[in-house]
């Protein structure tokens, strides 16, 4: 797959790209599945909302938002860092977040007290509903909600970045309204001192457990999509492990608190540093796959050998984005971070087509992106590119 322009030694101006005509029927697909969404999201956010409010109250629950608020930012914040090569669209990262925050955390409410009360009423200790049933009940909520994100938009979900990246919101999201739940209930329970007590210890100590967990299904996910065939056995794998991990979480978390020091130190903190160490891989390895893939289009003429090595590294991006500010301005700026990202969508897109999973319109849509990347760097190269 490659568009080479005509003329060896001439300077080619592509057309404008024109976009192909969607079909009526798969638009109305898409905005039926969209709006589908939005109302899921809707009630079970309403829905949730009602049920933690009547555990907390309303003086709880308002204490509950405002602790539980403070560490999704910084942790957010850690994830869009790792999505730098291709930023994933917002509206996607939101439906992420909102399913976890309230679909996940609707279903685990439900399942999980239901559980809690079987156990109860046939003699045993309900706590230990949160080793045996909740680890299955909330990876599989959130994990589904990483599959729906891919379902929604295929052409958005490029490998295990992408996965870590929804999983991480996704798990971000349950977090949320699981600590309002509890720093509500707490506060109610046992004022600021006892508010203060879980804050430390949710939101200081462990604010990335949730995401880490549900990390597994998103790596899962991203192997599948990047390699297709029997590796979408990755995904279940991936939940099994995300189980394995919130289990032994849990079972830590209500044992003593030695249990719980022991716990953190041999669950919560090698993960932590392995997902870093993943997640960091990965990046590198986009950026090697940027590399490689987009070489050819150097070789025939549509990008410049400088563009590549600017485009595979991640620094030199940002060096680039701000020489564009220097010289053009705001419009400029803009127009080189949509450069960049557009260079990196064609270069996964060579991707799926090497592992035979891109789509049927791959070579119009490399067309596509090629004439929409000359387009774009004469806002902010305007004078007469040569070869």
């Known amino acids: 797959m490659s568009s080479t322009p005509p003329g060896a030694t001439q300077p080619y101006r592509p057309p404008v790209p024109q976009h192909p005509v969607v079909p009526w029927r798969v638009r109305l697909a898409r905005w039926v599945a969209v709006a589908a969404v939005v109302v899921l999201l809707g009630l079970a956010g309403l829905l949730t909302v009602l049920a933690v409010s009547t555990a907390t109250g309303p003086q709880g629950l308002v204490v509950g938002l405002v602790l539980a608020v403070l560490p999704v930012v910084p942790v957010v914040a850690v994830f869009l860092w790792l999505d730098r090569y291709e930023a994933e669209p917002p509206e996607l990262l939101v439906v992420a977040f909102g399913w976890g925050a309230a679909v996940a955390t609707l279903v685990a409410l439900v399942l999980n007290t239901a559980s809690m009360e079987v156990i ?22 959130k994990g589904l909600g990483v599959l729906a994100v891919w379902l929604l938009r295929r052409r ?11 999983a991480g919101l996704v798990g971000i999201g349950f977090a949320f309204i699981e600590n309002v739940l509890y720093l509500g209930t707490a506060f109610v329970e046992g004022g600021a001192s006892g508010a203060a007590t879980v804050f430390v210890v949710r939101a200081v100590f462990s604010p990335f457990a949730h995401p880490l967990f549900t990390m597994a299904v998103g ?34 978390a209500i044992s003593s608190l030695s249990g719980f020091v022991v716990g953190y130190v041999l669950v919560q903190v090698p993960l932590f540093g392995a997902a870093i160490l993943l997640a960091v891989l990965a ?11 987009l070489g050819v289009y150097a070789a025939t003429g549509w990008l410049t050998p400088g563009e590549v090595r600017m485009l595979a590294s991640l620094p030199e991006r940002a060096a680039a984005r701000s020489w564009a ?9 803009a127009a080189m971070r949509d450069f960049q990202e557009l260079a990196t969508e064609l270069a996964f897109l060579r991707e799926r087509v090497a592992h035979g999973t891109a789509p049927a319109d791959a070579a119009e849509t490399e067309r596509r992106i090629l004439h929409t990347l000359w387009h774009t760097r004469t806002r902010f190269l305007p004078q007469r590119v040569t070869r």
């Open 219 to 252: 790596v899962g996910v991203g192997l599948a999509t990047r390699r297709g065939g029997a590796w979408w056995l990755a995904v279940p794998l991936g939940w099994v492990v995300a189980v394995v991990l919130h289990g032994l979480w849990n079972l830590a």
């Open 120 to 141: 109860a009423a046939a003699g045993g200790d309900p706590t230990w509903a949160a080793v045996l049933v909740a680890p299955f009940v909330e990876e599989g909520a």
């Open 156 to 166: 958005e979900f490029d490998g295990v970045v992408d996965g870590i990246v929804y």
């Open 325 to 333: 500010h220097r010289t053009l301005g705001d419009d400029a700026r």
């Open 283 to 293: 990046r590198r390895r986009e950026g090697r796959l940027v590399a490689r893939h």
